[in-house]
């Protein structure tokens, strides 16, 4: 061995040293990992501890709480309130790890606290009254379920610092549940465990650190020393000394086994060389074609891989646009593009289902044929027809070749076509058509991408459809309702008289005939609100609208030429919302009302008919309760034809 070699050998670490190491390494990582499984497991443990005792002391001081009394506090200052802090600084005092105990309700703005007591050291309680915005995810959302004592899994934090938490119901002596009573644990307790555990599990570890390295010393000592003899005498004959024999005592079977084998090698070397020469001919041929087979597949692979990116892409398209005339020629460039085919088109079945007519494409002849309306009429024209005939895909892998082919001047190029149904259920609503300008272009794996591509389509293409007929729908209806309130509100008017209020330096006083000026007219026709200046009079109109329908305006006029700011025109339309909310359910009120009115009156008249026995007591029933509803008028009600001679009644 030249003295460049035994200089790099030098510098490397011995066998002894890589047994040790390796040894201290893998004893060490496993140390470590038994004690952080005990670490989390521990942790666990102390939570769940914790969470049990948690919840078994919101359940016992939720059944402390008397519910009845708890509804009765109004204030801070209520008899009852002080009870019930009283009480609960009991709850607090006996544990010193409770940091908080707190009764809270509930009404339409949210949660908020009702009674709320602090430990030593927490002094900042919530008032009466006061709000909880930054209630923790487990209370907001069991509040208002909440049947049990539950607890937060994990440490929260709010405004009062950080916690674990509690809650459990507190019920009447009805049995219903009025409130919620939530304890709030130190995040200490938690902590400090965790840490007192940490500390002892590092100490642990550095005893084991020492152990484990005087024992990968002993091990490495142990297995290295006939490992060396070998070394050595590799050494030897790698320098050419092939008559050189291994000698080594050792009780392992397998190192002795690797001395024989060592002394064997050196007699068989010289033929092995001439061997491996030969090998490394043959495998650097084997080499070469196997690299041009792996080019051929990685280029295949990236090819699948760009046709896999163009579902997704065709998915994220369907997903994010609703607009057949928008989605479509966005999925025929995606397929073209990704997939390399030279013409992709999407064909739609008309409401005659007898023609496929081109609706979307990529290519320059597609848009030709785009711009005069193509379409193929139905199993006749093509593998477009035939596949909307038979709602069978069909591929033609040599255009010259097929019968069916369709031979297309705005597509010169294509030599291989496939056509797949898009369907909807079991009705076929479309074809996909691709072509590519190379013969037998489509492989399975091309069939199977482009058919799932298809049904992509046929979703796509149904899902557009249901949301243009749903926004029609919709549209449809909020045009009826609006006619419907326009025409309910002209006839209340009219029937009313009533055109509204106004309110002066006189004083309050119905609004004789209407408010006349250009701001109201341009307000009513727009929906929003106008305001101008003229001279020394000024002016704000704010339309009153009910679901964007005008039903009348607020006007408010001033001749000392005052200058609206924000805030006004803010308060002007806040109060046209509400008058308008507030006269719409007043008008739904009266309606019903009348209905109700009409109802009962046409149920006692049915009532009065029902009581009577024979045909003249029916009839006369009949007009004497009918003129009583209507005063001042002449009923008559005549059975059979003129010229007949029938019974009748009148009043």
């Given amino acids: ?141 069991n509040f208002d379920t909440l049947e049990t004592a539950i607890t937060d899994q994990e440490i929260y934090t709010d405004s009062f610092g950080s916690f674990l938490s509690g809650y459990a119901p507190i019920r009447n002596s009805q049995g219903e549940k009025v409130g ?82 060592f002394n064997q090698m050196s007699f068989s070397l010289k033929n092995t060389i001439e061997m491996l020469e030969s090998r490394v001919a043959e495998r650097t041929r084997e080499l070469q074609q196997r ?73 320059e002849g597609g848009q030709r044929m785009l711009q005069r309306n193509h379409k193929l009429k139905i199993g006749e024209v093509g593998i477009v027809g035939f596949a909307a005939a038979t709602g069978q895909a069909r591929v033609a892998l040599d255009t010259g070749a097929d019968a069916i082919y369709f031979n297309n001047p705005d597509l010169p190029n294509t030599r291989s076509e496939i056509a797949l149904p898009l369907r909807m259920g079991n009705q076929v609503i479309g074809i996909l058509d691709v072509q590519s300008d190379q013969t037998a272009a489509f492989d399975e794996e091309d069939i199977e991408l482009l058919t799932i591509m298809a049904d992509q389509v046929s979703i796509a293409i149904q899902n557009a459809q249901q949301f243009q007929a749903a926004q029609k729908a919709a549209e449809e209806a909020q045009a009826i309702y609006r006619r419907y309130i326009q025409s309910e509100w002209r006839t209340l008017v009219r029937e009313t008289k009533r055109l509204g209020y106004r309110y002066s330096r006189a004083g309050v006083g119905p609004l004789r005939a209407p408010v006349q000026s250009l701001e109201v007219q341009q307000a009513t026709a727009t929906g929003k609100t106008s305001a101008s200046t003229r001279e020394s009079r000024s002016q704000i109109v704010v339309p009153i609208k009910i679901r964007d329908e005008v039903i009348g305006v607020l006007h408010i006029a001033s001749d000392s030429g ?88 009148s009043v």
């Fill in 180 to 261: 919620v009573l939530g304890v709030d644990l130190k995040a200490e307790i938690v902590i400090q465990q965790e840490r007192a555990f940490i500390f002892t599990s590092l100490a642990i570890f550095a005893i084991a650190l020492v152990l484990i390295a005087l024992s990968g010393i002993l091990i490495g000592n142990r297995i290295s020393s006939p490992l060396r003899t070998l070394a050595y005498s590799a050494n030897r004959i790698a320098n050419g000394d092939l008559t050189h024999q291994v000698e080594i005592n050792t009780a392992a079977a397998e190192i002795d086994q690797l001395a024989k084998n």
């Fill in 562 to 649: 005052h200058a609206w700011d924000q805030d006004e025109v803010d308060i002007a339309e806040a109060v046209a919302e509400r008058v308008a909310l507030a006269v719409e359910n007043i008008r739904l009120l009266e309606s019903s009302q009348a209905q109700a009115s009409r109802e009962h009156t046409i149920s006692q008249v049915t009532a009065r008919i029902g009581a009577s026995v024979n045909l003249q007591s029916i009839l006369k029933t009949a007009v004497e309760e009918i003129g009583r509803i209507i005063p001042g008028s002449e009923v008559v009600i005549q059975l059979g034809q003129k010229s007949e001679k029938q019974p009748g009644a």
């Fill in 291 to 363: 690299t041009i087979e792996l080019e051929s597949k990685s280029q295949e692979s990236e090819r699948r891989v760009n046709q896999l990116r163009a579902i997704a892409e065709v998915a994220r398209a369907i997903s994010s646009v609703q607009r057949l005339q928008d989605l479509l020629p966005s999925v025929a460039t995606v397929i073209s593009r990704e997939f390399g085919f030279y013409h992709v088109g999407i064909f739609l079945i008309d409401d005659a289902k007898e023609y496929a007519v081109l609706v979307a494409s990529n290519s």
């Fill in 1 to 141: 061995m030249d003295t460049s070699a035994m200089a790099t050998t030098s510098r490397k670490l011995s066998l002894r040293t890589i047994f040790a190491i390796s040894f201290s390494a893998l004893a060490t990582v496993l140390v470590a990992i038994v004690i952080i499984s005990l670490y989390f497991s521990f942790s666990q443990q102390i939570r769940q501890d914790l969470r049990k005792r948690l919840m078994n002391i919101a359940a016992v001081a939720a059944l402390q709480q008397n519910g009845d009394e708890l509804v009765l506090i109004s204030s801070e200052t209520d008899p009852l309130y002080q009870k019930v802090r009283e009480q609960n600084q009991r709850i607090v005092d006996i544990d010193p790890d409770i940091a908080y105990v707190y009764t809270m309700r509930k009404d339409e703005q949210g949660i908020y606290f009702v009674v709320d007591v602090g430990g030593a050291n927490y002094a900042d309680t919530a008032s009466f009254g006061e709000r909880y915005p930054d209630a923790s995810p487990t209370l907001r959302q």
